[in-house]
């Protein structure tokens, strides 16, 4: 690896730069980057400083990105993809409004409200 600056590809990893942008930086194939990191994991890990949902610190174990499961938990829920691409218009069982669902759901009510009185006749 005297191709290049071994020190600067450590630095550029740490600072969270991609494979690919450090390969156009010092003129090197990804794949020799890729392989230099393989070969020497603890020396240009990328880690993760703060959460990506709450921006607390984490601990420098392994490669997290959330603090907790609850922010992991709470940025999935954030991130889902239910949209006019992947969603279906539904109409509740029970009071007839509409409601997007995923493809996949057997969701026939829109509220808890609704399955509660669809299924039971009444609010439990």
Not at 70 to 94: F, G, M, P, S, V
Request: proline letters at 3%.
């Amino acid at each position: 690896m005297s191709v290049f600056s071994i020190d600067r590809f450590e630095s550029l990893r740490r600072s969270g730069m991609s494979y690919a942008q450090i390969s156009e930086i010092l003129g090197v194939s990804r794949n020799t980057l890729k392989s230099y990191a393989r070969r020497n994991p603890t020396k240009v890990s990328k880690t993760h400083s703060s959460c990506a949902f709450c921006g607390g610190n984490i601990s420098p174990r392994g490669k997290q990105r959330f603090c907790s499961n609850t922010c992991r938990y709470a940025w999935n829920y954030t991130h889902r993809i239910l949209d006019a691409h992947n969603a279906i218009l539904k109409e509740c069982a029970n009071c007839g409004r509409p409601f997007y669902s995923y493809p996949s759901s057997h969701k026939v009510y829109c509220c808890r409200e609704c399955f509660l009185i669809g299924r039971y006749g009444r609010k439990v």
